[in-house]
């Protein structure tokens, strides 16, 4: 099946309200019909793809690096070790 123009505007208007796994599907679909388009179609489908990558890295939570120092909003403040086991 050869990718058109409305297809696309279709996947694109779906894709906003889209969970991650779908947008992943819409991604893959994109890319795979990106050879047999046309000059215009395969512009609109590479635009849609940046689209597309931005909204399914958006729904999703990125992994921290354990190792790097936490950084806290207020790192002055302290709770000292008896407080600490109090609460315990």
């Known amino acids: 099946m050869t990718m058109n123009v409305e297809a696309l505007q279709t996947i694109e208007l779906d894709a906003t309200r889209a969970p991650a796994q779908m947008v992943d ?6 890319r795979n ?7 215009d179609t395969a512009e609109y489908a590479a ?24 950084t806290y909003l207020a ?10 086991l109090d609460a315990a």
Request: aromatic residues 4%.
């Open 25 to 30: 599907h819409y991604i893959q679909l994109v």
């Open 33 to 39: 019909s990106l050879a047999d388009c046309t000059a």
């Open 47 to 70: 635009a849609l793809l940046l689209k597309l990558e931005h909204l399914a890295s958006s729904q999703r939570v990125h992994a921290i690096d354990s190792s790097q120092t936490q």
């Open 75 to 84: 790192p002055w403040l302290a709770l000292p070790a008896q407080s600490l």
